[in-house]
Structures are given as C-alpha cells and as structure tokens.
C-alpha cells in the first residue's frame, strides 16, 4: 500500500505565527486556498482509491477539490488529528521558544509532554497505528496495492516519516513539512520505504511512476521497472 502525506496548505494560524493546535475554526489563508486547487493538478492522474483526512477545519478545505475531482467522500480519522498542544495552542511562537520545554522538543521530541496536552511519543504511536490500519483496510478491500491520500499536520507527517525511516523520534526535526507539502511511503509486509519527502512541485506523478524500459544490447537482459530497495517495483 502506498500513502500520499499531505500537509493542509497554509493557514491564518501560519501566516500569524501562532500555534494553531486544535483550535476550531483555523481555515486555509487566500495561498492556502490557492495550494489546496493545484493539489489536483499536482496528483495528476495517478489513480488515488481513497482520501482520509485529520478532523480539522484546515484539512477538510485542502481535500475538497481533491476530493471534488476524484469522485471521493473524505474519511475522518482521528489518529491523523493535530497535536494536543494543551496551554501552548493559540500562543504565539516568538513567545514559546523561550519557554524551557521549547529545548526539549528541538532535542528530545520523544521526552516533550505539552502540559495540559499530549506527549509526542503519543502522537506518533496514534498516527502510525491510524496509518497502518487504514492501509490493512484498503488493502483488503482493493485486493493488493491501492494509492491513497492522508491529509494531516506537519508534526504529525514527521513522526510518520520518521518511522518508515527508522529514525527514532528524536530526530523528526530534521524532516520537514511544508504547508501543502506531499510525502510518499510505501508499507510491504518487509518493511516501509520512503519514495519522497516534502515535495512542493508541480506533478507528483513522476515520483511515483517507473522510468521507460531501457534498450538492451544484444545478449543482455532490458531493464524494465523501477527498483525500490533493492525489489522489483
């Protein structure tokens, strides 16, 4: 099963640089708006079976026209929700860096408990689990292989990622996420791999589509797909 990570575009929170958090009504700014249309264009017309979104205001606007295009009705998924930031949400982040527990989620993510919020440990244990399970679903319902789509939050995407790159969390920031921002991994019953990483161009679907077979000389064998891993993709 391969996942498509896609950060909602940028909101009002972000361009007032404020910890949004799980405050309600934070909603994509006009350039948000503006990256959630060109998501369309940049998935292009690689065949997405599902969309699955974080509960929140700014992710719902991302997908519409993605889901919109597609034929798809969004999933909500809890497990992809933004970080309980407790006393820290709606600060302003020139104000949190001199907060002491600031160090520690530069540093020691996996030691950073937000007070009156959630742990980032916890926050990748409940979007990992929230990913994998979604994969499980729709592998059985597909039958195999299926692309899909899961818009989220950027610390939420970097402890995914970090993850599938069996890095421990305590290096998730050194990854990044932009706003509207996709990053691809691939789950096998061996292990995951990571196609891509915060891609903000054009068409994504060159990430994701193999190279045309190359000619082969007299006598030797053509290759014909892409490797990811070292296994035939």
């Known amino acids: 099963m391969t996942v498509i990570l896609l950060r909602h575009?940028?909101?009002?929170?972000?361009?007032?640089?404020?910890?949004?958090?799980r405050s309600e009504g934070v909603d994509l700014d006009e350039k948000g708006a503006e990256q959630a249309r060109t998501v369309v264009e940049r998935i292009g017309d690689l065949p997405v079976r599902a969309i699955v979104r974080s509960p929140?205001?700014?992710?719902?606007?991302?997908?519409?026209?993605?889901?919109?295009?597609?034929?798809?009705?969004?999933?909500v998924e809890d497990g992809l929700v933004e970080v309980d930031y407790g006393e820290w949400t709606g600060r302003k982040i020139g104000d949190l860096v001199k907060e002491p527990l600031?160090?520690?989620?530069?540093?020691?993510?996996?030691?950073?408990?937000?007070?009156?919020?959630?742990?980032?440990?916890?926050?990748?244990?409940?979007?990992?689990?929230?990913?994998?399970?979604?994969?499980r679903l729709l592998a059985?319902?597909?039958?195999?292989?299926?692309?899909?789509?899961?818009?989220?939050?950027?610390?939420?995407?970097?402890?995914?990622?970090a993850d599938a790159l069996g890095v421990h969390l305590d290096g998730f920031q050194r990854i990044t996420a932009d706003p509207a921002s996709?990053?691809?991994?691939?789950?096998?019953?061996?292990?995951?791999f990571?196609?891509?990483?915060?891609?903000?161009?054009?068409?994504?679907?060159?990430?994701?589509?193999?190279?045309?077979p190359t000619p082969a000389a007299d006598g030797e064998v053509a290759a014909t797909d892409a490797v990811v891993g070292g296994s035939t993709d």
């Open 182 to 192: 996709m990053s691809v991994v691939r789950y096998t019953a061996v292990r995951p």
């Open 56 to 75: 929140l205001l700014r992710c719902a606007r991302t997908v519409e026209p993605l889901a919109a295009a597609l034929g798809l009705d969004p999933v």
């Open 9 to 21: 575009g940028r909101s009002t929170s972000n361009t007032a640089h404020t910890l949004a958090g």
């Open 194 to 212: 990571v196609l891509h990483v915060n891609h903000t161009g054009a068409g994504l679907t060159s990430a994701l589509t193999p190279p045309p």
């Open 102 to 135: 600031w160090a520690v989620v530069q540093q020691q993510p996996s030691a950073a408990v937000f007070p009156g919020g959630e742990g980032l440990a916890d926050v990748q244990h409940r979007a990992v689990r929230a990913v994998r399970e979604h994969d």
């Open 140 to 161: 059985e319902r597909h039958g195999g292989d299926a692309l899909w789509v899961a818009c989220t939050h950027g610390d939420v995407i970097k402890a995914v990622l």
